[in-house]
């Protein structure tokens, strides 16, 4: 952090083009894994350089504790394993960029940040291309953090709670399967795309088994309102990309995220509900052997 702060104030004495391409990825932290699991943590950062102008519009409070969240999934991933996620982490505070946001919202105009925003989707570009090369798939979660009433975890697969509201049949036509981010595992699965979705198998159910409680699920199969379906981050790197899969994850605050030993609690459960998930649907190993 020391090292990144010294680099961006000599950046600052110093032509805009030669500190872009002196310092690549400055504000993204890009660990490399060895499974075919990737964490992405868009609103977790904290940096506020300020070189980099406030955002003026969109939103811009921070998912709090998300990157150390995105940490301790990775290992205990690690430990459960013995291989790693790949984890890309956005540095920046949501202030300065979002992320999860197309680069017009995203950046606002600031070069500094366009630059951040092109290298934090390249570094989801590389570490699903460096899974599906060594293991044929790869399964991408998209790390955030809400604060809606009733403390759950909110599952987007880019489907909203009025489209998940509709019945089974509707749910289960391969053309809705299309518009969400399970199509590919949909494709390999036993049960119906509405029992992927929130059926005894799903991960909601999986969630819930383990205390956290999850929507969409079969305890709660169709979100309540306010509930986050999925973003920019999802659909640009899932959606009609063959062979990768995943969702968005929406950590509540309290009791998950909020303090060290929660977190270590919830991925204690994240991780072999993935597994499972994964193994149970897809037919693969996402520990990555
Ligand atoms: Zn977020």
Redesign the pocket.
Known sequence: MIFRTLLFTLSSFIAFGAENSAYPNAFIDEIPGDSPLVISA??GGREKPADIPNRTYG?TDA?AN?QELARTVGEHFFKSTGHRPHLIICLLH?SKLDA?RDIKEAAQRNAIAEKAWHDYHAAITRALAAAVARHGFAFLIDL???NHKGLRVELGYLHSSTKLAQPDPLLDAPAFAATGSLQFMAKNATVSYSALLKGPTSLGALLENGGFHSTPSPRLPVPDEPY?RG?YTVDRHIRGTPEVTGLQI?ANRTRLRDTAANRERFAIVLVPSLLTFVRTHLKKDLGGR
Request: negative net charge.
């Open positions: 868009p609103h939103v998912d998300t949501r999860n955030h953090g809400q986050f973003g929406e």
